[in-house]
Structures are given as structure tokens and as C-alpha cells.
């Protein structure tokens, strides 16, 4: 349906984007992942014909869109990463507003209103003016928003920054019904690995302007295939072994946050062996060793040595 080629920005000398290639069929919901900064809003950007590319190209339905990008903007949802809506306006006027762009009307757009207030759970709060919104209602307005002239294709930029977990767990419910009982096209683009892994059969992991990886989660958690993710725990834990495990030439990776280390190693090493013998002689006292399921956060450690949410 949708397929960016060798898609390119250029600010200066710097490439926001480099070099992009990418498909997306109809009714897949695929995820974008990578860290702030690697270039997923330019790519959105580009790929929904807000700004134009430096090279390369954008085909919709096998159609260029730079040429002509009305088929697609007809069919598409944007929900922007920045909340875009009037505080001292109520929900159901915002909704009413960004209608009246639509050019809806009338019984049709009052009949939307309700089937979006219902979609996104703010039926009850419909009068009230969105300035007493929680982050997490504004982020739910937001996107009953895109939802309005019934996209085909919606586009979805990091919806779940900076709100609370239950309002998180009512967007990624609401984005898999509506690709379920809808059949929308989704693209997800987000920096939270879980929600990328529970939403998207196809993923593409972006990082300073590149994809460096792509393909189903079994594909990309693939890659890790011949290590091992070792979460290791201690009671105290101390610089010495620290720097005696990221000094190990067997460990590829190390990665402390809080009081559990993170580390990939090669399958056929003894682990166990290996962590216990430098903890006894930093003397640490380890609370658990564990070799973990890969999840994309290891696969993204892996490919970069830096965490997703540096
Ligand atoms: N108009 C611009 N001029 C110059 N540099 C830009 C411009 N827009 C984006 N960039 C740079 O391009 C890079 C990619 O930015 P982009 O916003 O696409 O990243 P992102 O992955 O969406 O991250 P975030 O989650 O922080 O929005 C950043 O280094 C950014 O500073």
C-alpha cells in the first residue's frame, strides 16, 4: 500500500533520515522504534507528505505522492506527537472544530462525535473544556481527532509519551481494535519497546537516522540468537565489577540501570561460572543470575551497545 524508497532529509549537512526503505500493507499495524532524536517524526513527516524529502521517493498504492499526494491525504490519520487542541474549548466542540475542517456536517459529524467520545472513553467527559484534562485524556482527544473523517491509514507519532499507565493501556487497547474490528493500517512509531512488541507484527528499529534493523519480532529477536541476555542482580553493587565485567572480553554488552546489570554473551560461555568468579573478586554479594528471553530492548542494546531510552 504505502512504500518509502531510499527516503532521504537533509538539514545542512546532517541527515535527519538516510537512505529509508520501508513497506506498509494493508492492515498491519507496524511499528517504528527508536530512541528521541533518530528521525522517526521526520520520516512521518515525509511518508504522510508534510515535508518533502531531500531524495528519494514515496509511493501510494504504486503512485509517487510528491507528484500528487491528495489519494493518500484523503485516507490518512495523523495523530501528532504534540497535543493539538483548544484548552478553553470542551471535548465535543474540539471534536466539532477539526470536523468543520474536515468538512463534515451536520447529522454525520454528530453522529462521529459520539462513535469517536465512545471509541476513546470520554463519552462522560464530553462538555467538559479540555484544560481540566488529565495528559492522558488530551492524548485521547487527540487521537479521536485522527479518527474523525474514518482514516484509512492512521499514523500515530509516540501517542503515549508522558501519561499515566491506565490511560497507556487504554490507547494500545484501543489501537489493536481498531485495527482488528476496523481493519485500519497503522503505523506506530514509539520508543517503548513493550508497546512496540505487543502492538506490531513488523517492526523497524531506527537509530541517528538509519533503520538497523527490520522485520517481524522473531526475526529481529533472531538476531540475538547466538548470545544470551543475562540480567544480573547483586546486593550492593560496586564500581570494581562493574568495570571488571565491561573489561571481560567474553561479554559483548554490559548495561547497569538501578541495581541490575544487563549483559549479552555468547551462547557457549559459562555464565554462571564467569559472574560468580569476578564477583567474588570484587566481592559483591550476587542476588540472582538470570538468563532472560531476549526482548527487543536487548536486541536494540545489542545492535547500538546503548539503551533505547538513553
Ligand atoms: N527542521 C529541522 N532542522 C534541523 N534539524 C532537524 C529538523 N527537524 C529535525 N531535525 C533533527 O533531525 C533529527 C531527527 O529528529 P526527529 O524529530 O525526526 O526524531 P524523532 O525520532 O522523532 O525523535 P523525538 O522522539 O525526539 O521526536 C534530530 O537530531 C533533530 O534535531
Redesign the pocket.
Known amino acids: 500500500m504505502l512504500e518509502l524508497m531510499d527516503l532521504s532529509?537533509r538539514?545542512?549537512q546532517?541527515y535527519?533520515?538516510k537512505n529509508m526503505n520501508m513497506y506498509i500493507e494493508k492492515g498491519e499495524i507496524v511499528g517504528l522504534l527508536?530512541?528521541?532524536?533518530?528521525?522517526?517524526?521526520?520520516?512521518?513527516?515525509m511518508l504522510s507528505s508534510l515535508i518533502e524529502p531531500t531524495e528519494g521517493d514515496v509511493l501510494f498504492h504504486k503512485k509517487s505522492i510528491l507528484k500528487n499526494p491528495s489519494p493518500l491525504r484523503k485516507v490518512i490519520g495523523v495523530v501528532p506527537?504534540e497535543i493539538a487542541l483548544y484548552e478553553e474549548l470542551t471535548a465535543e466542540e474540539n471534536l466539532h472544530f477539526f470536523g468543520r475542517i474536515y468538512r463534515m456536517s451536520g447529522k454525520e459529524l454528530r453522529q462521529k462525535i459520539d462513535d469517536v467520545l465512545k471509541l476513546i472513553g470520554l463519552v462522560d467527559r464530553r462538555k467538559d473544556v479540555v484544560k481540566k484534562f488529565s495528559g492522558g485524556m488530551k492524548r485521547r482527544l487527540n487521537i479521536g481527532v485522527a479518527l474523525l473523517h474514518n482514516p484509512e491509514f492512521l499514523i500515530m507519532?509516540?501517542p503515549t509519551?508522558g501519561i499515566d499507565p491506565q490511560s497507556r493501556s487504554y490507547i494500545l487497547e484501543t489501537v489493536k481494535r481498531l485495527n482488528e474490528e476496523k481493519g485500519l493500517t497503522i503505523l506506530y512509531?514509539s520508543?517503548y519497546m513493550e508497546e512496540v512488541e505487543y502492538l506490531c507484527d513488523r517492526i523497524y528499529i531506527?537509530d541517528k537516522?538509519n533503520l538497523i534493523a527490520v522485520g517481524t519480532k522473531d526475526d529481529i529477536k533472531e538476531i540475538l540468537s547466538a548470545e544470551h541476555t543475562i540480567h544480573v542482580e547483586a546486593e550492593l553493587l560496586n564500581n570494581d565489577f562493574i568495570e571488571a565485567l565491561q573489561e571481560e572480553p567474553t561479554i559483548k554488552e554490559t548495561f547497569v540501570k538501578d541495581e541490575t546489570i544487563t549483559i549479552i554473551v555468547p551462547k557457549e560461555i559459562n555464565v554462571f561460572q564467569l559472574i560468580t568468579r569476578l564477583a567474588n573478586e570484587t566481592k559483591v554479594e550476587l542476588k540472582s543470575v538470570n538468563v532472560k528471553t531476549p526482548t527487543l530492548e536487548d536486541v536494540f542494546l545489542h545492535l547500538t551497545g546503548r539503551a533505547l531510552r538513553d
Do not use: L
Not at 527508536?34 to 513527516?45: L, Q, V
Open positions: 532529509k538539514y545542512k546532517f535527519a533520515v527508536g530512541p528521541n532524536g533518530a528521525g522517526k517524526s521526520t520520516a512521518i513527516s506527537q507519532d509516540e509519551v512509531t520508543h531506527m537516522g
